[in-house]
């Protein structure tokens, strides 16, 4: 088994991992304020989208990453330890898919909510004229 410790990697753009990277690494990418559309659309178009990890003070803009990134798992300010086994799904999105991963399509049923309509409508009288 090969353990390493913890590294934190600047790179410039998401093209630079072509594959998900697992273990304690930590990827940052600078970007103006103005770039963030573009940040998220590379994010989105890479394929893979097991987690995503969002600090920020403001709600609003956690929010919206949030809404606009196609990913399993998102942590907002907390850490990334993983998903809570038996309530949150494991199996991400897109190229990281569902498939044989902790949770999958085996919990879709804990996520499912029955709904329910019954309704009552008086009777109406309904005339038209063929004319």
């Given at each position: 088994?090969?353990?390493?410790?913890?590294?934190?990697?600047?790179?410039?753009?998401?093209?630079?991992?072509?594959e998900e990277v697992f273990g304690p690494v930590?990827?940052?990418?600078?970007?103006?304020?103005?770039?963030?559309n573009h940040v998220l659309t590379q994010i989105n178009k890479n394929g893979y989208g097991l987690t995503l990890g969002i600090h920020s003070r403001i709600q609003a803009f956690a929010d919206y990453?949030?809404?606009h990134t196609m990913v399993g798992n998102t942590?907002?300010?907390?850490?990334?330890?993983?998903?809570?086994?038996g309530t949150?799904?494991?199996?991400?999105?897109?190229?990281?898919?569902?498939g044989p991963k902790a949770g999958g399509p085996h919990y879709l049923l804990r996520f499912a909510t029955e709904k329910n309509a019954d309704r009552?409508?008086?009777?109406?009288?309904w005339e038209y004229s063929t004319d």
């Open positions: 088994m090969l353990l390493f410790a913890p590294h934190i990697f600047e790179i410039s753009s998401l093209e630079q991992l072509p930590l990827h940052v990418i600078r970007y103006q304020a103005d770039e963030l990453i949030f809404n942590y907002i300010n907390r850490n990334m330890v993983g998903a809570v086994v949150n799904p494991f199996g991400g999105c897109g190229l990281s898919g569902t009552k409508y008086h009777r109406q009288r």
